[in-house]
């Protein structure tokens, strides 16, 4: 096991040793006592719009593909999801490119590459709606990360796809050439993947930021800045194990300056941490109950595939359970 995963088990281990002291856990009966039925509905509505508005980034991309199979994509979208928060160190991820060549028979390198950008747009999104929204930062800060995190967005596709010579060089180099290639097929295919994935990262948020705020209680905007918090935690390298311990030090960093105290920012970010995985695991549970027709590729072996995707995937990690 390299340093990296031990760490990640260090740091849920933490957590769960936070918890066990003082009866901690046993609080958060307490906790999810505050929230009522409609709060509860609201929540459950938002996470399943957001899954269906990824669905939606899902078969734009590959729509010639998916000849208007909605309902596969948004399966591939809920198992994905899930996997994500079941499968340790992020190897879950491995799971969207494997469902895409399953039932649209998409390359794993196209499909790695969708994965990459993917993420990518998540990162951005959440990076400037954090700049937007928290407390404390001088406006003129915040435009210019605003500004930052746009001119990024904008130029990284269009470098992937001006014309290079990578091809052309050593072995190394021709194999980043596939991979930048890929990339920018992927960047050019979603036609309204910026509007899908805004759309997601709103509605999800909101969500969150409404759960969370009953979960404290205090304001929406308190909750907001939590929701962002636990969201950008998922940027770091090292993430616990389905997310433990990084997703909720993220959100209780992130309340901090609204006034909330440490144990009670930890504690509320765990029910919500909870509530996420159980909307996530239940959902790719019910889409798993659905089989798709597989479309199989026959240039590649399965167990070889499972290996590339595990491994491609390991570096393009932005998380979030929050999926």
Known sequence: MNFKRLLALAVSAGLLAWLMADGRWRGLGDVFARLDALTLGLSAAGFALSYGLRALRVFDEFRAQARRRFGTCLRIVLIHNAMINVVPFRGGEAAFPLL?????????????????????????????????????????????????????????????????????????????????????????????GWVWTIANWTVKLAAQACLLAAL???????????????????????????????????????????????????????????????????????????????????????????????SAVDGAQTRSTAE
């Open 216 to 310: 404290i209680p205090a304001a929406l905007a308190v909750g907001a800045a939590g929701a962002l918090g636990a969201e950008l935690a998922a940027i770091l390298p090292i993430q616990g194990v389905a997310g433990f311990g990084t997703y909720e030090a993220g959100a209780a960093a992130a309340l901090l300056p609204s006034g909330i105290p440490l144990a009670v920012g930890l504690q509320v970010a765990l029910a919500l941490h909870l509530f996420v995985i159980a909307c996530s695991v239940t959902s790719g549970a019910i889409a798993w109950l659905f089989p798709a027709a597989r479309v199989q590729e026959t240039t590649d072996h399965a167990s070889s595939d499972i290996q590339s995707a595990s």
């Open 100 to 192: 895409l060549r399953q039932n649209f028979g998409i390359p794993l390198p196209r499909a790695i590459a969708s994965l990459f950008w993917f993420r990518l747009q998540d990162a951005f999104v959440v990076m400037a709606l954090a700049a937007i929204v928290w407390p404390g930062v001088h406006p003129g800060l915040k435009a210019i990360a605003v500004i930052g995190v746009i001119v990024t967005a904008w130029w990284l596709p269009r470098w992937a796809r001006a014309p290079h010579d990578w091809a052309d060089g050593k072995a190394f180099t021709a194999k980043l050439a596939k991979v930048r290639d890929a990339f920018a097929e992927s960047t050019r295919h979603a036609r309204y």
